[in-house]
């Protein structure tokens, strides 16, 4: 519910609201955003901390038919299987090991899509299908595409998460809705001739920008999360 819809108590209430009510939306309505707004929205977001205010984050805003080019590109390079295995990520998103707890969250929140969408463990095309929706940034007019100087370190890289979780609640607050989407990154290449990308900027993530389409089954997901006794311990002595 955007947060125009509710009349919060206080400051608080709007800041939470915003960000518990952040969800990956998986289909859009093609409901344009003014220019104005994003670039609001990236502006707040720009207040997010990093070391000795180095501010490492790069963005390129993608619309109309800027954005319908490169989602033809990254789709084109998706569906080709031999295209496909040419392309592997710069960098290692996910662990090359799961383990417990995280594999059980990770195949769980796959199901539950899956299951809302009837989409049965061994129907592989339209697994793909749907995952070929992140190049299309799930129909949104916004595509976002993220990018880091090379010589950036780790330290740069927990200061951009910061920059990207801004955007998504400052969207929130807006009425607008956000999917994070590292599932660009392995088609880095293609990104960088689509968008005449220097070699020195590497490809952090996408994110899909816009209105929720919330007729659409997939954005009835809801994803749950551990309670604070499940993280954290308070030590008083």
């Known amino acids: 519910m955007p947060l125009s819809d509710r009349s919060p108590a206080g400051p608080a209430a709007i800041v939470d609201h915003a960000i518990t009510s952040r969800r990956s939306i998986r289909a859009f309505l093609p409901t ?36 319908q ?23 290692a998103y996910y662990p090359t090991r799961w383990v417990e707890p995280y594999l059980g969250r990770r195949r769980k929140i796959g199901w539950d ?4 969408l009837g989409i049965g463990r061994d129907d592989k095309a339209r697994m793909h299908a749907q995952h070929g929706r992140n190049y299309k940034f799930f129909d949104a007019p916004i595509g976002l595409i993220f990018t880091i100087d090379r010589i950036m370190e ?6 951009y998460g910061m920059f990207l979780q801004n955007i998504m609640i400052a969207a929130r607050a807006r009425g607008l809705d956000t999917c994070p989407q590292a599932a660009f ?8 001739a689509q968008l005449a990308l220097p070699d020195n900027e590497m490809v952090v993530c996408g ?6 389409d919330l007729s659409k089954v997939e954005n009835g997901l809801e994803t749950a999360r551990e309670p604070v006794a499940g993280f954290a311990r308070f030590l008083d002595q």
């Open 154 to 159: 780790q330290g740069s890289w927990l200061d």
């Open 207 to 212: 994110m899909s920008l816009g209105h929720a």
């Open 113 to 116: 899509l899956y299951g809302l």
């Open 69 to 91: 080019r490169l989602s033809d590109a990254v789709t084109a390079a998706y569906d080709d299987p031999e295209q496909r295995q040419l392309h592997t990520e710069e960098y």
């Open 32 to 67: 344009p955003v003014p220019r104005d707004v994003i670039a609001e929205i990236l502006s707040l977001a720009a207040r997010a901390p990093s070391g000795t205010n180095t501010q490492p984050w790069k963005v390129t805003v993608l619309t109309g038919e800027a954005r």
């Open 185 to 192: 990154t392995q088609f880095h290449r293609v990104i960088r």
